[in-house]
Each structure stands twice: as structure tokens, then as C-alpha cells.
């Protein structure tokens, strides 16, 4: 589970911004990573981390198709 205490830690305010950053780390070739981030979710974070990128937004669509499809 993602905690504030964790989210200081990556010097993030929210959430999301955890979320982005597994994003960044996608775009950036950086799998395993991508893996050990999303795992690190609880599992109704997990949830919430998929309906995120489940949007049109740009490169979104992808993180999600990732994340179904290999973790």
C-alpha cells in the first residue's frame, strides 16, 4: 500500500502523482520498474490506478494496455 508517508518519501502530493510517475517510467523503457511500482499498490489502489489510465489522455491508453497485459 501507497501511504503518505511513502508519496513525502517520492516527494509527491497526491496519488496521481504516483501514478504519473509510473507512467514516466513506462515511456522510459524502465519495465521492471513499472512492475515493482504497480505492485506496490494495494489492490484497491491498484484499481484505482487502472481506472486512471483507462481515459483518452494521450500515452494513457498504453500504461493501461501494459498493465493488463504484463503484470
Do not use: A, H, P, W
Not at 501507497?2 to 501514478?19: M, V
Not at 513499472?34 to 500515452?59: A, D, I, M, P, T
Amino acid at each position: 500500500m501507497i501511504g503518505k508517508k511513502t508519496l513525502r518519501e517520492y516527494e509527491f502530493r497526491t496519488i496521481e502523482n504516483y501514478f504519473d510517475y509510473i507512467q514516466d517510467s513506462l515511456i522510459n523503457g524502465n519495465f521492471s520498474q513499472v512492475r515493482e511500482l504497480f505492485n506496490k499498490l494495494s489492490k484497491s489502489q491498484q484499481k484505482l490506478c487502472l481506472r486512471y489510465f483507462n481515459c483518452n489522455q494521450e500515452g494513457r491508453k498504453e500504461v493501461l494496455n501494459y498493465l493488463i497485459n504484463r503484470i
